[in-house]
């Protein structure tokens, strides 16, 4: 470029925007983007988990380029990717350990949603994509814990892929279509490593979805209510930009704990034993993250009507996540933010725990109390959602809300922590 | 007063808190259950902690009980000749080391496969060229690869020191199998696995009397370093990572504080 | 949208049926060509002729003796074949069925009473069962011992004790909920698959 005059940036970039608006839309999206100013941290999730799809797919190509996808050869490619590969070590345990990472984010901004209502009109879409791309991500992780080929990944693989055989007639049909075969091997592993490698591509697609249907009506923020006018927003940059990044350095700081002091802390020490098919482990577990899709599936120890105690257990796993899609309209309750919700409030911390109860259930063997306590706490998960949200919502009496963010910001939030003391009617 | 705090949700940390010590009081079964069993005795190892780094003569010592001892029955699948510099050989000794062993290779020209001593490329050889012959040599027993077995058991390197130290009489009235010893810290207490360390089993060339104690602990850690080679690596770059991040976040925190000085 | 044009079309030209006939023949042709092109990349996904070529195993059992146990590999999974003694049978034919777990009769478990032929995991979690070496525990009922969680089975493979819910499999009973997937080709080999 030979013109070097000052504004022939400026020129380049109303050049490409005249044809192109890229620049325009970058600006506008996340540099002027007016953000409700009263976010709290739990609003860093979001972009934390975008920042972690990132860091997943670059270690996840770089280790590609040296992981081998064969039944024979898995589980060393893997090895000499701790050992002899420059970095190896790093990019696996970034990668492993990134799991983990992801879905405790994930989980966060999905409990997030919950206790401020995001999922509320006008965002019930934005909730769906999110829901989806949960979906995909149990997909990708379970798929990818299966690469290295060691016993908990093969366990892991034959265990979750038998659950189809409680499909009635056409099950182990489809089981033997996804394994390839007649148990799970070598064809198993190849479908696995391609669709491990192609589906976090669609999740970034669908996380495009999700930032547009975020920006249609901007974020919701802790007193859920709507956006008046600017006086109640910020500019995205640099105001969360800065947040964002410091936010970003904690949580780093966490994950390069594991990665560099615990790398295996998460992990199961049987995955660090090759793939026996003749041999199983005593103790199938799997990921931690997956540990109360893992319990509910195994409370079921009876059948219910016609519904083999198998096949029961299966849907109701499946329905813990399906059921999130009807959430927007199984709350009743107009009020988003659950500061304003004095029953709501409290009764969020239930499913919380049962949560932890149910991951809990999952890691430990299902015998005598372990089922019990399993039991209850799927009775409950599905007790709050069909019940107690719908419920909820018609009997209980919400506080006032602020007349606007700014009023609310302007007035001192300390009486906004729930103590319900009278604020301006809107 | 930071501005910002008044915008934090106080109920919700300590909710979360709740939750912690909730979730905290339901593991706590587990903890109860591990307890049935009789406890991994704690050792101290050099590689523990945030510095812990390998002490290389321990790992030579190891590696003398590994091949004087583990390796009759024990492969070390994943470990090459060359590896052996990393824990204090030289090259000429890591090359004598690998000529020490003879490896298959071929087809020559002739077809045949043929014996050569190993060279420092080489992966360590097993003592059965597979696992059928293992067990045939083992009554059935598969001595399980050694290169990994430290990241492949549940409490790590105090587990393998606690078997290899853990072999007992049986107590009264324990019906124990035919070929199988007592050991207090297997699983079921019976392993196909005779004691493998006597006192002298080896002489270790630098003076330090090859006690059981003193040998399990060496070969303990020799076994580490094989399952984790690159752990001193790691803790010296994870150290200076999270310094960095430490003060990254520092400096963020002091730069969010001011810019957002004007809203509150 | 398209139904709104078709209906509009249709009230401009009442009684145009050749046009109907026409846009659904394309429809269906359309239909079956995608169909047609896609079954191909499905099946891709069914096992491969090679491993097809693996799911029939051909057994001599002439070498075992009377007493011995032999495990064969079959679709990835162990297949015990048991050869049993004249008091291994007596044990497995005399139990009293309505106190088992999963009652089944041993006749309707073997083909010959001196061949069983099992599937050689646990019911319960899929462990391998010990038993088929001579000085592995067999349990209390001299036929196969779970060491994972303690599930101890008779001489006809039943559930006898421990938490696993059904017997162990006959070959391809799990897959097919039917018959057992083997055959005698003469006194002395069987075909499994």
Redesign the interface.
């Known amino acids: 470029m030979a013109d070097t005059r000052p504004g022939a940036t400026a020129r380049i970039i109303r050049w490409i925007d005249y044809r192109l608006p890229f620049v325009q839309f970058l600006n506008h999206e996340l540099n002027e983007y007016p953000t409700p100013r009263n976010l709290s941290y739990w609003w860093n999730f979001g972009s934390l988990s975008g920042i972690m799809l990132v860091v997943m797919i670059v270690t996840g190509i770089m280790l590609a380029t040296q992981y081998t996808p064969s039944a024979d050869l898995a589980f060393d490619s893997v090895e000499r990717i701790m050992r002899d590969v420059n970095y190896g070590w790093l990019l696996r345990y970034l990668h492993m350990n990134g799991g983990s990472m992801f879905f405790a984010i994930v989980y966060i901004h999905l409990f997030r949603g919950l206790y401020y209502g995001s999922y509320k009109t006008p965002r019930e879409l934005l909730w769906i994509i999110g829901v989806i791309i949960l979906l995909l991500l149990v997909a990708t992780a379970f798929m990818g814990y299966v690469l290295p080929w060691g016993q908990m990944s093969y366990w892991a693989a034959t265990v979750i892929t038998n659950l189809f055989s409680a499909i009635p007639v056409i099950g182990p049909g489809i089981v033997t279509f996804l394994w390839g075969g007649f148990t799970v091997g070598d064809p198993t592993l190849h479908r696995f490593y391609a669709l491990h490698y192609l589906l976090p591509f669609v999740i970034v697609a669908i996380v495009l979805l999700h930032l547009v249907a975020l920006h249609r009506h901007g974020s919701n923020n802790p007193l859920g209510i709507d956006q008046k006018g600017p006086q109640d927003t910020i500019p995205f940059h640099p105001y969360y930009t800065i947040k964002d990044l410091f936010g970003l350095t904690v949580f780093l700081l966490i994950y390069a704990f594991f990665v560099f002091y615990a790398p295996n802390f998460l992990g199961e020490p049987d995955n660090y034993i090759p793939a026996n098919p003749m041999q199983t482990p005593n103790h199938i577990v799997p990921e931690w993250y997956l540990l109360p899709y893992y319990a509910i599936l195994r409370s079921i120890t009876f059948p219910i009507l016609f519904i083999s105690s198998k096949l029961a257990g299966v849907i109701l796993a499946f329905s813990s996540i399906f059921i999130l899609f009807f959430l927007p309209w199984l709350d009743t309750s107009p009020v988003r933010s659950a500061r304003f919700r004095p029953i709501y409030k409290r009764v969020f911390w239930l499913l919380v725990i049962d949560v932890i109860a149910l991951g809990w259930v999952g890691a430990n063997p299902p015998e005598g109390i372990v089922v019990t306590v399993g039991q209850i706490a799927t009775l409950y998960y599905f007790i709050h959602m069909l019940i107690l949200f719908p419920l909820i919502g018609k009997l209980e009496r919400p506080l006032p809300l602020p007349s606007s963010i700014s009023a609310a910001v302007q007035s001192g939030g300390a009486r906004l922590s729930g103590a319900g003391a009278p604020l301006a009617k809107p | 007063m930071a501005p910002e705090r ?7 940390l300590k ?1 979360v808190f ?2 912690m010590a ?2 905290t009081v ?2 706590a ?2 903890l109860v ?1 591990a307890a049935d069993e009789i406890p991994l005795p704690r050792q101290e190892w050099s590689f523990e902690g ?1 510095f812990g780094t390998y002490d290389l003569a321990s790992l030579q010592r190891g590696f003398q009980v590994y091949k004087e001892v583990c390796s009759v029955c024990h492969p070390v699948k ?1 470990l090459y000749f060359r ?1 052996l510099a990393e824990i204090g050989y030289n090259e000429d000794e890591v090359k004598a080391i690998a000529a020490g062993y003879q490896v298959t290779d071929g087809p020559n020209d002739e077809g045949q496969m043929y014996q050569r001593p190993g060279r420092p490329s080489d992966p360590v050889p097993g003592p059965f060229p597979n696992d059928q012959a293992a067990r045939a040599a083992n ?2 027993a598969l001595p ?1 690869d050694q290169s ?1 077995i430290v ?4 409490g ?1 390197p105090n587990y393998v020191y606690a078997i290899l130290t853990g072999y007992k009489e049986a107590p009264e009235g324990f019906k124990m ?3 199988m010893n007592y050991n207090e810290f297997f ?2 207490h019976q392993i196909a696995m005779p004691p493998p360390l006597s006192d002298n089993s080896v002489t270790f060339a630098d003076g330090t009397p090859a006690t059981v104690p003193q040998m399990a602990h060496d070969v303990t850690s020799f076994l580490t370093w094989a ?1 984790e ?2 752990l001193d ?3 010296r ?3 200076k ?2 310094m960095f ?2 003060v ?2 520092g400096v ?2 002091a ?2 504080r001011k ?2 000085a004007p ?1 509150h | 949208m398209a139904d709104v044009a078709q209906q509009n079309v249709h009230q401009a030209h009442p009684g145009e049926t050749r046009r109907d006939f026409l846009l659904l023949t394309a429809g269906a042709i359309g239909g079956v060509g995608v169909a047609a092109t896609i079954w191909p990349f499905i099946d891709t996904l069914n096992p491969a002729r090679d491993t097809l070529a693996e799911s029939t195993t051909e057994v001599d059992l002439a070498p075992v003796q009377v007493g011995q146990r032999l495990t064969v590999k079959w679709r990835g999974k162990p297949v015990f074949i048991a050869h049993r003694t004249p008091e291994e049978i007596k044990a497995a034919q005399d139990v009293d069925i309505s106190q088992l777990r999963d009652p089944q009769k041993d006749s309707e478990r073997v083909q010959k009473p001196e061949w069983l032929i099992i599937v050689g995991v646990c019911t319960h979690l899929g462990c391998i069962p010990l038993g088929q070496h001579t000085g592995d525990p067999r349990g209390q009922y001299g036929g196969w011992f779970c060491p994972c969680h303690g599930s101890v089975y008779d001489t006809s493979g039943r559930i006898r004790q421990g938490p696993a819910p059904l017997n162990l499999w006959l070959p391809g009973e799990a897959e097919l909920a039917s018959k057992a997937l083997y055959k005698f080709t003469s006194d002395t080999a069987i075909t499994i698959g």
């Open positions: 008044r915008w934090r949700s106080p109920e919700m909710h709740a939750a909730l979730s339901l593991l079964p587990v259950r945030v994943h590896n009554n059935g399980p990994l990241k492949a058991r549940p790590g199998l035919e070929g699983a079921g399952a080679p690159n690596d790691r803790h770059i994870g150290f990572v999270i991040l430490i990254a976040a963020f925190y730069a969010k810019i957002w809203i």
